[in-house]
C-alpha cells in the first residue's frame, strides 16, 4: 500500500535559480552528466518554440544536440544556467544512474510488491503525477512498459531531476534522500529480468513444458525462486537440525505471497506448482515436505488475498 506520505505531490514554490545550479553541480559532481531543459511556464506551457503545443513541457533538452551534449564539467553547466537560469534539470542515465520511471500509484504499488518492501531502499522521487525510483548504472538498456505504467530508465535514457519544475506545477521532489556517502542501491534482480528484452528461455523439456504466465506473475515467481534458492541451509550438528529450515519457510512464503496473488489474478497453477517444486527439489528438500508446503502455503494464500 502507498502511503499517504507517498501520494503527495510536491507543491511548493518553484525552485531559485540559483537552487538550480547548485543541484546540477551537485548531480555532476557525483559524476552523472547534466543537461539543461526546458522549462514549463505556470499555465504548463513549455519554454521551447512549441509553446502550449509541446507534447513534453519541461522535459525535453535546451541543447541542440540534447543528450550527446551532457556534462560533468562545472564551467560548462555554470554557463548553462547562466544562460538559462531556471532551465529544469536533466540527468543522463545508463551510467551511474539507472531510474524506474513509474507513471500511477497501482504501478507504484505493484513494484513495491515486486520488491517485497514498503519502501524503496534508495532515493525515491515524486514527479509531477508519478515516481522516479533510482539505482546504480549496471548496464541496463531502457525499455518503455516494463510493467504497466512502468518505464526503465537505462542507456541512452532521460530524466528530469529535482528541484525542477512539473508542468503540473508541482516541483520533482526526493520523498526519499540520496546520500551520496552511500552510494545507489543496486537494481535488484527481479527488476532487472523484466528489463532485459529477451531472458534466456528455459529449455522445454517434459518436466517444465511452456508455461503461459504473464510478466508480473513471471516477476513475482522469479522473485520467490530466488528466496528459495538463497535461503540457509539447515546447520546440522551431531546428526541434528540445530538451526536453519530456512528453505522450507521461504517455500511456504513463497507458496502463501503466490496464492495470494492467484486469489485476485488468473495464473497457471499447475505451472507456478512445477516451478515452485523444481526449486525447492534442488535446493535440497524431500518431495513429500515440498508438496505438503506447497499445498499449505497456497491455500493459506488464496485465504489471505493481497488488497
Ligand atoms: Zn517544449
Same mark, same amino acid.
Request: hydrophobic share 40%; aromatic share 4%.
Given at each position: 500500500?502507498?502511503? $499517504?506520505?507517498?501520494?503527495?505531490?510536491?507543491?511548493?514554490?518553484?525552485?531559485?535559480?540559483? %537552487?538550480?545550479?547548485?543541484?546540477?553541480?551537485?548531480?555532476?559532481?557525483?559524476? +552523472?552528466?547534466?543537461?539543461?531543459?526546458?522549462?514549463?511556464?505556470?499555465?504548463?506551457? @513549455?519554454?521551447?518554440?512549441?509553446?502550449? %503545443? @509541446?507534447?513534453?513541457?519541461?522535459?525535453?533538452?535546451?541543447?541542440?544536440?540534447?543528450?550527446?551534449?551532457?556534462?560533468?564539467?562545472?564551467?560548462? +553547466?555554470?554557463?548553462?544556467?547562466?544562460?538559462?537560469?531556471?532551465?529544469?534539470?536533466?540527468?543522463?542515465?545508463?551510467?551511474?544512474? %539507472?531510474?524506474?520511471?513509474?507513471?500511477? =500509484?497501482?504501478?507504484?504499488?505493484?513494484?513495491?510488491?515486486?520488491?517485497?518492501?514498503?519502501?524503496?531502499?534508495? &532515493?525515491?522521487?515524486?514527479?509531477?503525477?508519478?515516481?522516479?525510483?533510482?539505482?546504480?548504472?549496471? =548496464?541496463?538498456?531502457?525499455?518503455?512498459?516494463?510493467?504497466?505504467?512502468?518505464?526503465?530508465?537505462?542507456?541512452?535514457?532521460?530524466?528530469?531531476?529535482?528541484?525542477?519544475?512539473?508542468?503540473?506545477?508541482?516541483?520533482?521532489?526526493?520523498?526519499?534522500?540520496?546520500?551520496?556517502?552511500?552510494?545507489?542501491?543496486? @537494481?535488484?534482480?527481479?527488476? $532487472?529480468?523484466?528489463?532485459?528484452?529477451?531472458?534466456?528461455?528455459?529449455?522445454?523439456?517434459?518436466?517444465?513444458?511452456?508455461?503461459?504466465?504473464?510478466?508480473?506473475?513471471?516477476?513475482?515467481?522469479?522473485?520467490?525462486?530466488?528466496?528459495?534458492?538463497?535461503?540457509?541451509? &539447515?546447520?546440522?550438528?551431531?546428526?541434528? $537440525?540445530?538451526?536453519?529450515?530456512?528453505?522450507?519457510?521461504?517455500?511456504?512464503?513463497?507458496?502463501?505471497?503466490?496464492?495470494?496473488?492467484?486469489?485476485?489474478?488468473?495464473?497457471?497453477?499447475?505451472?507456478?506448482?512445477?516451478?515452485?517444486?523444481?526449486?525447492?527439489?534442488?535446493?535440497?528438500?524431500? $518431495?513429500? %515436505?515440498?508438496?505438503?508446503?506447497?499445498?499449505?502455503?497456497?491455500?493459506?494464500?488464496?485465504?489471505? &488475498?493481497?488488497?
Amino acid at each position: 500500500m502507498v502511503s $499517504r506520505s507517498l501520494s503527495r505531490a510536491g507543491r511548493a514554490r518553484p525552485a531559485s535559480a540559483a %537552487e538550480l545550479v547548485a543541484a546540477a553541480l551537485r548531480y555532476a559532481a557525483l559524476g +552523472i552528466a547534466v543537461l539543461p531543459l526546458h522549462t514549463p511556464a505556470p499555465t504548463g506551457r @513549455c519554454s521551447c518554440r512549441d509553446g502550449a %503545443e @509541446c507534447a513534453s513541457p519541461g522535459k525535453h533538452p535546451r541543447l541542440r544536440h540534447g543528450l550527446l551534449d551532457a556534462s560533468t564539467q562545472s564551467a560548462q +553547466i555554470r554557463a548553462w544556467w547562466q544562460r538559462w537560469p531556471y532551465a529544469n534539470v536533466g540527468l543522463a542515465t545508463g551510467t551511474v544512474l %539507472e531510474v524506474g520511471d513509474i507513471d500511477t =500509484g497501482a504501478a507504484l504499488r505493484t513494484v513495491l510488491d515486486l520488491l517485497d518492501v514498503v519502501r524503496p531502499p534508495g &532515493p525515491l522521487i515524486r514527479t509531477g503525477s508519478g515516481w522516479h525510483l533510482w539505482y546504480a548504472g549496471s =548496464g541496463l538498456p531502457s525499455r518503455v512498459g516494463l510493467l504497466p505504467g512502468v518505464d526503465w530508465r537505462g542507456r541512452g535514457g532521460l530524466v528530469v531531476a529535482p528541484p525542477s519544475l512539473h508542468a503540473s506545477g508541482a516541483r520533482y521532489t526526493f520523498q526519499q534522500p540520496w546520500t551520496p556517502g552511500s552510494g545507489l542501491p543496486a @537494481c535488484p534482480p527481479v527488476l $532487472r529480468r523484466l528489463v532485459l528484452p529477451d531472458p534466456t528461455p528455459t529449455p522445454v523439456t517434459a518436466a517444465s513444458p511452456i508455461a503461459d504466465l504473464d510478466r508480473y506473475t513471471e516477476a513475482a515467481l522469479a522473485g520467490e525462486l530466488e528466496r528459495i534458492r538463497h535461503a540457509p541451509r &539447515p546447520l546440522i550438528r551431531g546428526g541434528r $537440525r540445530v538451526a536453519g529450515g530456512g528453505r522450507n519457510d521461504a517455500l511456504n512464503r513463497a507458496a502463501f505471497r503466490l496464492g495470494q496473488l492467484a486469489a485476485r489474478h488468473a495464473v497457471d497453477e499447475a505451472a507456478i506448482r512445477r516451478r515452485l517444486t523444481e526449486a525447492a527439489l534442488s535446493a535440497g528438500l524431500g $518431495r513429500t %515436505e515440498v508438496q505438503r508446503t506447497i499445498s499449505s502455503g497456497w491455500r493459506a494464500g488464496l485465504a489471505h &488475498p493481497r488488497r
